[in-house]
């Protein structure tokens, strides 16, 4: 089944504790991609990649990394969150082009 | 300047009436597409239809259909034959081609009246 796996789905964690949600698709697509979901904004883009060892900024890079070593994943990285980092994160993959992204399941995360 | 705006909080529709979710866009790329997403209130992102720049005519997938205005960079999304089960929050995305970014609205939250 085609799919984008995020894990974990849920976290709660403590400011300045290192974090990583990973991203997986069985799709071979070139693009992955994170956003971030706030209340009243919408979806916003954080980093997104073309290939491997090609990722660029979005609309709100501040305060994570990616790194793409391989096609399939695309790991977020929280270096040291901070409670305005709460908030629903979603991976993305597409091809390259005029084509839909397919979405993961979404990750809920608390920083206390 | 917002790329895409959904000036739309909120909208409330008869069951098997249709209803129009607006959205309106601002590129200078003369090559882009645009989607629509809906969210259930489980959660999960769902892709409904994409419109190209090009495309000469406005793209339908069963009761959805995207009214595209390039000249007034609207796009907007019909539903037709509302039904309970469309409830949910509908987003409104972009895509340029040459910069490979994604940009979504902030969402038009639809509930469907029995």
């Known amino acids: 089944e085609a799919q984008v796996t995020q894990n974990p789905r849920y976290l709660i964690t403590v400011t300045g504790k290192k974090l990583t949600v990973t991203c997986s698709q069985n799709m071979n697509h070139e693009y992955m991609s994170w956003y971030r979901q706030d209340p009243g904004l919408g979806l916003r883009q954080i980093y997104y990649?073309?290939?491997?060892?090609?990722?660029d900024k979005g609309d709100v890079p501040e305060g994570y990394k990616v790194s793409r070593k391989e096609k399939r994943n695309f790991p977020l990285i929280l270096e040291s969150p901070s409670p305005n980092q709460t908030s629903l994160y979603f991976c993305?993959?597409?091809?390259?082009?005029?084509?839909?992204?397919?979405f993961g399941p979404g990750t809920r995360l608390t920083v206390t | 300047a917002q790329k895409i705006t959904q000036t739309q909080p909120g909208m409330f529709v008869q069951e098997k009436e249709a209803v129009t979710l607006d959205c309106t866009y601002d590129t200078s790329d003369p090559s882009y597409g645009l989607f629509w997403y809906k969210q259930p209130s489980s959660g999960e992102m769902i892709f409904l239809i994409y419109?190209?720049?090009?495309?000469?005519q406005n793209a339908t997938e069963g009761r959805y259909s995207l009214n595209f205005q390039k000249a007034r960079k609207s796009a907007n999304l019909v539903i037709s034959a509302s039904q309970l089960g469309d409830s949910a929050m509908y987003f409104c995305a972009m895509r340029e081609v040459t910069g490979n970014q994604f940009y979504f609205g902030t969402g038009t939250s639809l509930t469907v009246i029995p």
């Open positions: 993305a993959s597409s091809l390259i082009g005029p084509y839909e992204q397919y």
């Open positions: 990649s073309m290939n491997v060892e090609v990722t």
């Open positions: 419109q190209g720049s090009y495309d000469q």
